[in-house]
């Protein structure tokens, strides 16, 4: 079983509808959870962490955390073009342990 | 600031052949990272730096592989032999601190083994 899991898409949403993208990983002590948005050909760039369960939000995106059920979603709302990118869930045991671990990568396209 | 600054950009060599991967980090960063994406595995890092010594290198992935930071401003990730399955995008990225949100990505080395 991957360390941590996504579907690797792609996943079409239209134009100025959510975007729901969703992660699983399999290390319960697992501490600090990262979502980055990758464009074709670009390094990638974080766009949200999350730490505690529940809901976090930053200007069109919120980051969710279930720690019991073991997932972290990002959610996308009015979603735009410049959106579509491939977006990576990277987990991270904390504790000092610095080292993330990245999911594969879902890859999202908005339909204009 | 420049960023961080990868060379080169892109690499073809053959199999058999010494690689050399180039990093320089922002200024004043104290941690380097190196990674490594592939359609399959996706992003998996490497081996990571702290204060130029190398803090944790399990995810290098055979004797082939040697990082090296002799200073705070330059690194070096090289491969020898070089192996078609070598083929990946190589990043490069650096922070002042461990925290994820101040890790800054480079451009990345594409790398192509044939």
């Known amino acids: 079983q991957k360390e941590v899991e996504q579907n690797s898409g792609p996943l079409s949403v239209p134009e100025g509808a959510i975007a729901s993208l969703n992660c699983t990983y399999s290390?319960?002590?697992?501490?600090?959870f990262f979502w980055y948005r990758q464009y074709s050909g670009k390094s990638p760039e974080l766009i949200m962490s999350?730490?505690?369960?529940g809901d976090k939000e930053d200007g069109r995106f919120t980051a969710q955390l279930n720690k019991a059920s073991q997932y972290v979603s990002l959610l996308i709302r009015d979603s735009q073009p410049s959106d579509s990118a491939t977006y990576l869930c990277?987990?991270?045991?904390?504790?000092?342990?610095?080292?993330?671990?990245f999911g594969t990568g879902t890859r999202l396209t908005i339909i204009p | 600031d420049a960023g961080v600054i990868q060379s080169p950009r892109h690499e073809v060599t053959e199999m058999g052949q010494e690689v050399t991967l180039r990093c320089k980090p922002i200024?004043?960063?104290?941690?380097l990272f190196w990674y490594r994406q592939t359609m399959m595995r996706g992003l998996e890092l490497l081996i990571y730096?702290?204060?130029?010594?190398?803090?944790?290198d399990s995810g290098m992935p055979e004797d082939r592989f040697s990082a090296k930071m002799p200073n705070a401003s330059f690194s070096t990730l090289k491969i020898q032999p070089s192996e078609p399955r070598d083929s990946a995008v190589y990043f490069c990225a650096s922070s002042p601190s461990i925290r994820q949100e101040t890790q800054y990505f480079g451009p990345g080395t594409r790398l192509l083994v044939l």
């Open positions: 730096f702290n204060n130029n010594v190398p803090i944790d």
């Open positions: 999350i730490y505690s369960n």
């Open positions: 990277a987990v991270n045991m904390g504790f000092g342990n610095e080292k993330l671990t």
């Open positions: 200024s004043g960063h104290d941690y």
């Open positions: 290390d319960r002590v697992s501490q600090s």
